[in-house]
């Protein structure tokens, strides 16, 4: 367990040195929303390649929004965001068997609540406890999957304790869930898109106004739900428009 602990320190820890190394001579807070965008991009435009869920036009449109970003990193910074991405994989594998919001928790290691109108996380623990209280046996059994509705999706710590009560009852999120998140923030929204599309969960994020019922911009489906469009598509409409 000690050996493990240190493992996954070593990679927040390596993604954190790189961002500050960034930092030095740039805005690391811009660097960190960069990041979040660059990967998110990454993901959504590598995982539809025939346009199963997400136009041409709209994958071109984030294509070149990634191009101005990476751009204007020195090549050096460039391979540092790559890195980035590596070291949050293999913290993320390691939590494969419980999932954690690593995102969330580098955000409040990195002090960001300041820069981010004061915005706190849900601590796992909490989520983890809120996903059991959620979990609904009795509607998987009703239509033979569970959909998951989160209006403020923040980093998807809840998300990720639903999906955490979901195995313990002996069932697969992969393939037995269906999860709408919304936020206001894109950085929310990124966190939360890179995050269960990492951990596999079908889901639909999308950025959205709820006071307001107001959607902004295109919705982002993970790999997994692109994977399985023939059991989700027919209902994406209707689960983002509840």
């Known amino acids: 367990?000690?050996?493990?602990?240190?493992s996954l320190e070593s990679h927040n820890k390596?993604?954190?040195?790189?961002l500050e190394f960034?930092?030095?001579?740039?805005?690391?807070?811009t660097a960190f929303n960069?990041?979040?965008a660059l990967t998110a991009i990454s993901i959504a435009n590598s995982c539809d390649l025939y346009n199963i869920a997400t136009s041409q036009k709209v994958q071109a449109e984030r294509e070149k929004r990634y191009i101005e970003i990476f751009n204007k990193y020195t090549l050096r910074e460039q391979k540092l965001l790559i890195s980035m991405f590596a070291e949050l994989v293999l913290e993320m594998e390691n939590h494969s068997e419980h999932l954690v919001d690593v995102l969330g928790e580098l955000y409040q290691e990195l002090n960001f609540h300041d820069e981010w109108k004061g915005q706190f996380f849900t601590p796992q623990v909490v989520?983890?406890?809120m996903g059991k209280f959620a979990f609904s046996d009795k509607a998987y059994k009703e239509k033979g999957y569970i959909t998951a509705h989160e209006p403020c999706c923040g980093a998807g710590s809840t998300i990720y304790g639903f999906a955490n009560a979901m195995r313990e009852f002996g069932l697969n999120y992969q393939k037995n869930a269906l999860v709408v998140a919304n936020d206001i923030d894109e950085r929310c929204i990124f966190m939360t898109y890179i995050q269960c599309s990492l951990y596999g969960i079908p889901a639909i994020v999308q950025q959205k106004d709820m006071l307001q019922d107001?959607?902004?911009g295109e919705?982002?489906?993970?790999?997994?739900?692109?994977?399985?469009?023939w059991r989700w598509n027919w209902?994406?409409?209707n689960e983002t428009q509840d």
């Open 214 to 216: 107001k959607v902004i």
């Open 22 to 29: 960034i930092g030095r001579s740039r805005n690391r807070w």
């Open 1 to 6: 367990m000690g050996a493990e602990r240190k």
């Open 127 to 129: 989520s983890d406890l």
């Open 235 to 237: 209902r994406a409409k």
């Open 219 to 229: 919705a982002w489906f993970t790999p997994m739900f692109v994977l399985y469009s």
């Open 34 to 36: 960069d990041f979040l």
């Open 14 to 18: 390596n993604f954190v040195k790189s």
